[in-house]
């Protein structure tokens, strides 16, 4: 980001900071929300793998989900963790859906994705899938990029 050249573009670009700021403070709220949930449920999923879940959804296994992922080529349009979003396809991960509403998409999707019925994915290797799309790690925040923070501190001055 290069200095701006004058008062205005110098104000002009703090008011459009404000103005992000104030946009995104409740998308963060929800994304760190998110964060301490998955967190807690990766740690009780302890070191096995397993994904715990609420009642009614099957408990799924990261490891086979991966492998699930890759081999029925849902990295194709979603990226290698679920967390592209391209022309074919929006990222999954790591901001899930419920399990129920992924559940019903991928069987019945709407778009170009194809469906995916219990004959070709059972409902196991379905939550292995959601399992391992837990496990994406979130994009560190922008605070913790150091050249970004450089860049920002630059801009502000």
Not at 1 to 10: F, L, S
Request: net charge positive; hydrophobic share 35%.
């Amino acid at each position: 980001m290069t200095k701006p050249h004058n008062r205005g573009e110098q104000r002009a670009t703090s008011r459009w900071m404000r103005i992000a700021r104030i946009m995104y403070a409740p998308f963060l709220v929800a994304v760190t929300a998110s964060s301490v949930l998955n967190l807690a449920v990766n740690r009780a999923a302890g070191q096995t793998g397993r994904i715990s879940t609420p009642s009614g959804v099957p408990s799924g296994d990261a490891q086979k989900g991966k492998q699930i992922f890759k081999k029925d080529g849902c990295y194709e349009c979603h990226g290698s963790h679920g967390q592209i979003t391209s022309r074919s396809g929006p990222a999954l991960a790591p901001n899930l859906i419920p399990f129920a509403g992924f559940n019903a998409y991928v069987r019945h999707p709407s778009g170009s994705m194809p469906g995916y019925s219990e004959k070709v994915l059972s409902a196991q290797e379905l939550a292995d899938v959601y399992a391992f799309l837990q496990t994406t790690p979130r994009s560190p925040a922008v605070t913790e990029i150091p050249i970004l923070n450089s860049e920002a501190g630059n801009a502000a001055h």
